[in-house]
């Protein structure tokens, strides 16, 4: 398993920013898909996720700014991610599980911090 994230920079508060994250080594249309952040002396959090069929959840901090989607045709997923705060720098790493399903649909909360498979990370610096 293999997941390439990129896309991280240096933006204004206020702006724009998208990842993306290129997957590899398995079989990406059937797994869920989430996007996590660790900022520095934080745990790794979880922001957003998308199941295999497209049904999406995010985090309270992040709902309405941030868009998870996907391109099965592609083997990627994306974060849109808009109106950034400073609070949003972080390294965001990718992830593989389909423990997501369940965090997504209400079902359990989310998984363990070293659960699913991962990519490195990209770092998103937001300035004020």
């Known amino acids: 398993v293999q997941l390439q994230a990129s896309g991280g920079g240096l933006v204004q508060a206020g702006g724009s920013l998208r990842l993306s994250c290129v997957a590899s080594?398995?079989?990406?249309?059937?797994?869920?898909m989430g996007w996590y952040r660790q900022a520095p002396g934080e745990q790794r959090e979880l922001v957003a996720a998308i199941t295999s069929g497209g049904t999406t959840k995010y985090a309270d901090s992040v709902k309405g700014r941030f868009t998870i989607s996907r391109d099965n045709a592609k083997d990627t997923v994306y974060l849109q991610m808009n109106s950034v705060e400073p609070e949003d720098t972080a390294i965001y790493y990718c992830n593989a599980d389909q423990l997501l399903g369940l965090w997504v649909l209400g079902l359990d909360g989310a998984p363990a911090p070293d659960s699913g498979s991962w990519g490195q990370g990209t770092l998103v610096t937001v300035s004020s």
């Open positions: 080594g398995f079989s990406f249309g059937i797994y869920h």
